[in-house]
């Protein structure tokens, strides 16, 4: 390759490094969080309505539906979660995966904790809280109700009394909460749950009134403060659902600028995500629906609202009307997602993990991990098993690539000849070096080949270690106890030596080196040592350089992807360095240096030349720039001069 090829390589070479990495520190940008005195100003639960479906115009049951203060509840300062939670009588959830309590008062289900998930990997650490009540600083509930159309009707609300038929659900026990509006309509809500995180919920009315209604039952998940979300543009994290057949995806900060957004659908889902944990609406898959981001910010408080809307529907007198619609609250796992999908017919609901624009190639991966890790019981080893994998099943395009690289090792110092013959003629350089790799059987792009195959599958498996809930707190060995986060060790402390903690810098965490992202710069070093060197010294220098940028791009990288890493490079260098053997290419410190221009203008003044890693015969395009001019007949006049002296 010439100068002009040489640097839009490096400069391919800077781009990919810029995309794979650049925005960890260039484009995250976490949520400001709300100040805890602003949150403690809130005097009130200010909840958005109940939805309207389609615009504001044209569905009936519109204004009612966006009355700010329909729904409001009556509370009068914010209390702690302990506090809220005794302030009203309860019906207690009891289920293998999680714990918690749905408030007779206004029938929420605003208590939810999951028992396999703790906040850190301490089996012992405080288990995960995903749901709060209303009124804490940090509230976050699911709630469903009606909306009427065209008459001023009683309908329940946030301080309505239910009455329960039991005092403890469970898989096995559902249960209905009841209320009278003493105008002739009775309400029922039945609530179950089955063995994980999937409620049913069950809104039936019943009309005696002596007239007939319309009314249309809806279905809300409320977040009040903007919760901390990683700050990657490779993660979402906020408003979420599928409507209308199309991911819907938007950020916090996108609905605080637009406040509503409205997706007519048929079925679907909608909520609220976090990296690992969600809350969804899932309606009826069958039935018409609008699904609404809402964001109002009263009382200096910001306040995120998902939520659907059944179109409204006649109850006669004297008759019924019943809806059933779903709500997931727990952890994102990936089966169990697959699962309810294809169980209840919900479109795209595995989507709710962030598998990317890859999808296609980022799950496939992921479910060959978690099957890995069935049979052996270590994500860390399923890891190596799966790059082993992925080399064998590239290995014939790997297998050329190194072959050429091994040529193109051999071929360095004629190219480097021809570069001094015709340096100032591009064209005619060009010629002969491309006479050069077609006669030698090089090909100076398929080394690029085996870096090519690899950033997918790294980037593939980034996405699954950061956004997958069974990477988190996966253990390898020794010091790794949670491969989805980085190598704990760091040079700060001597890697463990020293009485402190990995400490958190900021910016500048790319100074806490571990054991491991050292490790993997080490293979990439030794792994570029039998690489091609660029003839350009400050070329080569550049490239020596970045092992040491890696190392440090790495190191707070999730420890599974920098074992991944170096586990890769350890395979490919055994890989390239058999090849090399076969080849009959030496390798190591001393092959790698280039005849310097000053050694070839000696070769060119009779002087000895530089010595040939080997006896390849010169070529004819070498043997052609050797004989051009009075400089190639000095250099064959050296190269006899040499032979003279060995045969002495």
Not at 75 to 102: D, F, N
Not at 167 to 186: F, R
Not at 272 to 288: G, N
Not at 403 to 422: N, T, V, W, Y
Request: aromatic share 10%; with cysteine; hydrophobic share 40%.
């Amino acid at each position: 390759m010439d100068g002009d090829n040489q640097r839009n390589l490096l400069l391919a070479i800077a781009l990919s490094v810029a995309i794979l990495f650049g925005f960890q520190f260039f484009f995250a940008s976490p949520e400001k969080q709300q100040p805890a005195q602003q949150q403690a100003s809130e005097q009130a639960d200010m909840q958005p309505a109940a939805p309207a479906s389609g615009s504001t115009a044209d569905h009936p049951a519109s204004t009612q539906a966006l009355d700010a203060t329909a729904r409001a509840g009556s509370i009068e300062k914010l209390q702690s979660r302990e506090q809220a939670l005794k302030a009203g009588p309860r019906i207690m959830i009891e289920t293998p995966t999680v714990t918690g309590s749905i408030s007779l008062v206004g029938a929420r289900l605003d208590d939810l904790v999951l028992k396999r998930y703790h906040d850190t990997v301490d089996p012992k650490s405080p288990n995960i809280v995903l749901l709060n009540p209303s009124g804490t600083a940090d509230s976050y509930f699911a709630d469903f109700g009606w909306t009427a159309v065209g008459k001023s009707v009683d309908l329940p609300g946030p301080d309505t009394r239910w009455q329960a038929d039991n005092q403890t659900l469970t898989p096995s026990t559902p249960v209905t909460l009841t209320w009278d509006n003493g105008q002739g309509l009775t309400f029922e809500q039945t609530y179950a749950v089955d063995d994980n995180y999937m409620f049913t919920v069950t809104q039936k009315v019943k009309n005696a009134s002596g007239q007939e209604l319309q009314l249309a039952p809806f279905g809300l998940v409320s977040r009040s403060g903007t919760p901390p979300t990683s700050g990657y543009y490779l993660l979402h994290e906020g408003l979420i659902g599928v409507m209308g057949d199309t991911l819907k995806e938007v950020a916090y900060k996108k609905l605080r600028e637009e406040s509503t957004i409205s997706y007519p659908s048929t079925g679907g889902w909608i909520g609220i995500t976090d990296k690992y944990w969600m809350a969804t609406l899932v309606p009826d898959q069958q039935s018409a629906v609008t699904g609404r981001f809402v964001y109002s910010d009263k009382s200096g408080i910001n306040k995120y609202q998902a939520d659907f809307l059944y179109d409204a529907k006649t109850v006669p007198a004297g008759g019924s009307l019943q809806s059933t619609s779903r709500l997931f609250a727990g952890a994102k796992r990936v089966n169990l997602l697959d699962q309810y999908r294809d169980e209840y017919g919900i479109n795209k609901f595995d989507r709710a993990v962030d598998f990317g624009w890859f999808y296609f190639l980022t799950k496939p991966i992921f479910l060959a991990l978690h099957w890995l890790h069935s049979v052996v019981g270590n994500f860390g080893i399923a890891i190596m098993i799966l790059t082993l994998g992925v080399k064998l099943l590239f290995f014939p395009l790997a297998n050329k690539s190194y072959k050429s690289m091994a040529k193109m090792r051999k071929l360095q110092p004629q190219i480097m000849q021809l570069r001094e013959r015709f340096g100032d003629d591009k064209q005619r350089l060009n010629q002969e070096v491309m006479a050069l790799y077609k006669k030698e059987g090089a090909n100076p792009i398929s080394g690029c080949l085996p870096v090519v195959v690899q950033i997918p599958v790294f980037f593939s498996l980034y996405k699954v270690l950061f956004v997958t809930i069974e990477m988190r707190h996966a253990p390898f060995f020794g010091w790794i106890h949670d491969l989805s986060a980085p190598d704990p060790t760091t040079v700060l402390n001597l890697f463990g030596a020293l009485p402190w903690d990995r400490p958190e810098l900021g910016a500048l965490n790319v100074l806490n080196l571990g054991v491991w992202p050292l490790i993997m710069g080490t293979t990439m070093f030794l792994q570029q040592r039998l690489n091609p060197q660029p003839a350009d010294p400050v070329q080569a220098k550049l490239f020596m350089f970045m092992p040491i940028m890696f190392t440090f791009l790495l190191a707070h990288f999730p420890a599974g992807l920098v074992i991944y890493w170096s586990w890769n490079n350890t395979l490919s260098m055994t890989q390239q360095a058999i090849i090399m053997k076969r080849q009959g290419v030496p390798f190591g410190g001393k092959q790698n240096m280039l005849p310097t221009k000053a050694g070839t203008r000696a070769a060119s003044k009779g002087g000895k030349p530089p010595a040939k890693p080997d006896d390849t015969p010169p070529t004819p395009a070498l043997q052609a720039a050797n004989d051009s001019g009075n400089g190639g007949k000095a250099a064959k006049k050296g190269g006899r001069s040499r032979g003279r002296n060995k045969s002495r």
